[in-house]
């Protein structure tokens, strides 16, 4: 089981969802251009579907989507797969699929949860009254304790993104 999940990981290109969505999309237009302009010769039945088997691999090692390569398919329908551009919407669709995966994981995060925010600036707040008490009434004290907890609560927020 182990030695599975360390080849999935291995397989997967190790740069950011944007650069990855970049590229496929760019890939992906270009190829479907390609497709237009040069039909006569990637209409041909053998160089064509090389074309296609290449262009698909490198989509699947860019997205990793196999709904996309399974929709990239129709490409070797010998008219119907040069007309549509079946790549650039495979592309869109896996680019639509993965950002509302992130915008819902992101939603569903504890960290960036409004409650979360609000009990952790009244543990600051409740912490720096009572250190307050407990120290001398001083002002420069008083202050000092609660600009070093709103910067230690602004570098732990930009962190936590």
């Given at each position: 089981?182990?030695l599975?999940?360390?080849?999935?990981?291995?397989?997967?290109v190790?740069?950011?969802?944007?650069?990855?969505?970049a590229?496929?999309?760019?890939?992906?237009?270009?190829?479907?251009?390609?497709?237009?302009?040069?039909?006569?010769?990637?209409?041909?039945?053998?160089?064509?579907?090389?074309?296609?088997?290449?262009?698909?691999?490198?989509?699947?090692?860019?997205?990793?989507?196999?709904?996309?390569?399974?929709?990239?398919?129709?490409?070797?329908i010998?008219?119907i797969?040069?007309?549509?551009?079946?790549?650039?919407?495979?592309?869109?669709?896996?680019?639509l699929?993965?950002?509302?995966?992130?915008?819902?994981?992101?939603?569903?995060s504890?960290?960036?949860?409004?409650?979360?925010h609000a009990?952790?600036?009244?543990k600051?707040?409740?912490?720096i009254?009572?250190?307050?008490t407990?120290?001398n009434?001083?002002?420069?004290?008083?202050?000092s304790?609660?600009?070093?907890?709103?910067?230690?609560?602004a570098?732990?927020?930009?962190?936590?993104?």
């Amino acid at each position: 089981m182990e030695l599975i999940s360390q080849k999935k990981k291995s397989d997967q290109v190790d740069l950011s969802f944007e650069v990855r969505a970049a590229g496929a999309l760019g890939i992906s237009i270009v190829a479907d251009v390609l497709d237009y302009i040069g039909a006569p010769i990637f209409a041909l039945p053998i160089a064509g579907d090389v074309v296609d088997a290449i262009v698909m691999a490198i989509l699947f090692r860019l997205t990793g989507s196999k709904t996309s390569t399974a929709i990239n398919s129709i490409e070797f329908i010998p008219v119907i797969g040069d007309m549509i551009p079946v790549y650039t919407l495979s592309t869109l669709l896996w680019i639509l699929r993965e950002a509302s995966k992130k915008r819902k994981d992101n939603e569903n995060s504890p960290m960036l949860n409004e409650s979360n925010h609000a009990g952790s600036i009244t543990k600051i707040n409740d912490h720096i009254e009572y250190q307050n008490t407990i120290s001398n009434s001083n002002s420069t004290n008083k202050e000092s304790l609660r600009t070093k907890a709103m910067r230690r609560y602004a570098i732990f927020r930009s962190r936590a993104r």
